[in-house]
């Protein structure tokens, strides 16, 4: 008789563990993923893309990237460990997506063409157009 009241315990237990432990996934479910794709031969644009987001990043996302909300990774695409990624987004050169990842499930936006247009000769419109579209997609 004992074990019935300590059976019911432990499932109780193991009820609350999995509702917290659920809980917490939902929580860090939505995050933003900044992806900027790269060859070994770089370009002066190239190379103003990386570092114009990068402090776009550092200036208006710290405490984000901080908590896991944004997620930053460049990617060599020259390299054999990164071909899956590469074709997934069917990259062959410098691209620059913002993705948004809400319970798993991925909205890709493609910001290669404004990063070319901006990035080396008007920075400042292109922080301004990462910054718009990273705190929309993080809302």
Same mark, same amino acid.
């Given at each position: ?8 315990? &432990? ?5 609350? &563990?999995?509702? @917290? ?30 570092? &114009? ?16 909300? @944004? ?69």
């Amino acid at each position: 008789m004992k074990r019935i009241p300590f059976l019911f315990t &432990v499932l109780a237990c193991l009820l609350l &563990v999995t509702s @917290v432990s659920a809980q917490k996934k939902n929580v860090n479910s939505t995050y933003v993923e900044v992806l900027y794709f790269h060859s070994k031969q770089r370009c002066m644009t190239c190379k103003a893309i990386e570092k &114009v987001t990068g402090e776009t990043l550092t200036q208006y996302f710290a405490q984000e990237i901080k908590a896991g909300k @944004v997620k930053y990774r460049v990617i060599d695409i020259s390299l054999p460990q990164n071909q899956e990624i590469a074709d997934k987004y069917q990259v062959t050169w410098s691209s620059l997506y913002i993705n948004q990842w809400r319970n798993n499930k991925e909205q890709t936006n493609n910001l290669t063409e404004e990063a070319f247009a901006n990035a080396h000769n008007n920075p400042e419109k292109f922080k301004t157009i990462l910054h718009q579209k990273i705190a929309t997609l993080l809302r």
